[in-house]
């Protein structure tokens, strides 16, 4: 067999230089829609639903979507979480900077089945093409090319569901949007959530004083976390922002699903209740939209929750912007595109009467399993190899293989190792199991080719990035 290479993951992105000292940004309220996301998945009764439903403003934004929109591929669902830094009504008291912009944009994908979600967190200083966007009044803004924050002060969150939309190929299905004022009400309803710092924090700026270490936070306490600028958490920088946004809402996500708020109807109705009157969604996410969206959710716990930031580079015409790097954010958004559950496989023929009858596969927990990614595509092998661990298998390496573009995937058993490749192939259909001479007895090789290697029940394996949080990971090793 041809030399196996070594574990692969994509590499992490440019790192972008500091800020150059524009006002702060609030990031991470956006956290909040997504625990709402995640606690609705509680609520069974509808009269849970019809009490909290009158208090959430929605928002008709169909006729100004634009028409050349991608096409939805699969019955995942796609939310578009958005914060806002309006200064109007209870917002006053963060100041009187201009405010109306969006300062934190996610793409949270729900995997169908509520498998796995994955949050997108796109840096405000991106340089991107801005499509023409329509405003609630039906005045047209022209396509132009900025900042991705200025989307949203064009013409309000349909032009950045445009925006996320072209960029990614990703057809969206709804948005929320949470304001600072609301930021705290629903933090301090979850009853505070729990934050590491690196270091002791003194920031009169952002109204910030922590102690050194594990802590729970109230509502006030984590806008000044998530917006400090100058405390020292970070280097400034919006990726620096990013990361501790996605911490913090690591967070709220393991709080909501360990802390018994999703097993518990009273806690759950008080929660959702507070946040109601600070949430603003699209008016197709109607009662019964949120029913299903409960319904989908069921078992969804915090392991199964992951954010990463979309890969960027430098931008060469200004060092304080970066732009997205379509090479590693491809592959990325690609996988998220055709994320789908496959059909079960087709029953297996029945044997021939005088053909002895083969023992039935192994368990996975008794299956020893190498993989290896030989195609283009970076990471493949690695979140394949994750998928497997899932589902109970031994992964014993993961590698690279050069192959010719034309092979397809491969399942080949090692001596003694049958029963356990027939559990291989139960879990990656499609791809009947081949003796080898070249595979260790009593171990399994998975060969990702051209056909690809989707697992079970699940969808498109999704790229590794590096520095990726997932929601159920210690806070403080996160610091």
């Not at 940004?25 to 509808?46: C, E, H, K, Q």
């Not at 399993?369 to 390496?397: C, H, M, P, S, W």
């Amino acid at each position: 067999m041809e030399r196996l290479a070594t574990s692969e993951r994509i590499a992490p992105p440019d790192r972008p230089p500091p800020g150059d000292g524009r006002r702060w940004r609030l990031l991470g309220w956006a956290s909040i829609a997504m625990s709402v996301v995640m606690v609705l998945g509680s609520l069974t009764a509808y009269g849970f639903y019809r009490s909290i439903n009158g208090s959430i403003e929605r928002d008709n934004v169909d006729d100004q979507l634009n028409a050349d929109r991608p096409e939805k591929l699969n019955s995942s669902l796609n939310i578009l979480l958005l914060g806002s830094d309006s200064r109007e009504g209870e917002n006053k008291q963060f100041g009187d900077q201009a405010g109306g912009g969006s300062d934190t944009t996610i793409l949270m994908h729900i995997s169908p089945g509520g498998d796995r979600a994955i949050g997108l967190s796109f840096p405000r200083d991106s340089m991107v093409q801005i499509p023409q966007c329509k405003k609630d009044d039906g005045t047209r803004v022209s396509p132009s090319f900025g900042m991705l924050n200025s989307a949203y002060a064009f013409a309000g969150p349909s032009c950045t569901w445009n925006l996320i939309e072209s960029l990614t190929d990703i057809r969206i299905d709804h948005y929320a949007e949470i304001d600072m004022s609301g930021f705290i009400k629903v933090v301090d309803a979850l009853g505070g959530v729990e934050i590491c710092s690196p270091k002791a924090i003194r920031d009169p700026k952002a109204d910030l004083v922590l102690k050194k270490g594990r802590q729970t936070v109230s509502g006030r306490t984590a806008v000044g976390y998530v917006r400090t600028r100058t405390g020292g958490l970070g280097d400034g920088s919006d990726l620096s922002r990013i990361k501790r946004q996605q911490a913090f809402m690591g967070s709220v996500v393991n709080k909501a699903t360990s802390g018994g708020l999703l097993k518990d109807p009273g806690k759950s109705y008080a929660f959702l209740k507070a946040v109601a009157g600070a949430v603003k969604v699209d008016d197709r996410l109607t009662l019964s939209g949120m029913q299903k969206l409960a319904a989908s959710l069921r078992g969804m716990s915090a392991g199964k929750v992951t954010f990463v930031t979309v890969p960027v580079m430098g931008y060469p015409a200004d060092k304080a912007r970066v732009q997205i790097n379509p090479t590693l954010a491809k592959p990325l958004f690609d996988a998220i595109r055709e994320d789908n559950e496959l059909p079960p496989p087709p029953a297996p023929e029945k044997p021939p009467a005088d053909q002895a009858v083969r023992q039935p596969p192994a368990k996975p927990s008794e299956t020893k399993v190498a993989v290896y990614n030989g195609t283009g595509t970076d990471g493949l092998g690695q979140r394949t190899a994750d998928g497997l661990e899932d589902k109970g298998f031994q992964i014993t390496k993961v590698g690279t293989k050069q192959q010719s573009a034309s092979t397809p995937t491969r399942i080949l058993y090692g001596a003694g190792a049958e029963r356990q490749a027939a559990a291989l192939a139960k879990a990656v259909p499609g791809h009947p199991p081949q003796a080898h001479p070249s595979v260790k007895a009593g171990l399994v090789y998975l060969i990702i080719g051209k056909d690809g290697a989707r697992l079970q029940g699940t969808g498109t394996p999704l790229p590794k990035i590096d520095g990726e949080i997932r929601a159920d990971q210690d806070v403080c090793a996160q610091a």
